[in-house]
Nanobody, 127 residues
């Protein structure tokens, strides 16, 4: 059974940095893509960044140039490095994964296209 466990959330001041991790267990797929999503209170869950086992990445416009999404295949661990944080980055951050080949090989940032989900880790950015 696949499990995703996030860690690394916390509180930071505006302009600061945080690193999130997501460890996947029970995952035996050769190809897969993974992503980070976030959900602020009263808002819909939105895709932040995605990566696949070929190393291709995709970022939401709101985080381009500030966040990076490394994937360590050997450790089955996905990371999200958050730099230059803003108060509007405050949210619960979720890790997600899916073993299917994305349509047209375009990495998705829509939650409906991810099958496995973690429980989330909170990121709070104060001004």
């Amino acid at each position: 059974q696949v499990q995703l466990v996030e860690s690394g959330g916390g509180s930071v001041q505006s302009g600061g940095s945080l690193g999130l991790s997501c460890v996947a267990s029970g995952y035996t797929y050769t190809y897969y893509y993974m992503g980070w999503f976030r959900q602020a209170p009263g808002k819909e869950r939105e895709g932040v960044a995605a990566i696949d086992t070929h190393g291709r990445t995709k970022y939401a416009d709101s985080v381009k140039g500030r966040f990076t999404i490394p994937l360590d295949n050997a450790k089955n661990t996905l990371y999200l490095q958050l730099n230059s944080l803003k108060p509007e980055d405050t949210a619960m951050y979720y890790c997600a994964a899916d073993p299917r080949t994305p349509s047209g090989w375009s990495l998705p940032l829509h939650q409906a296209l991810y099958y496995y989900w973690g429980q989330g880790t909170q990121v709070t950015v104060s001004s």
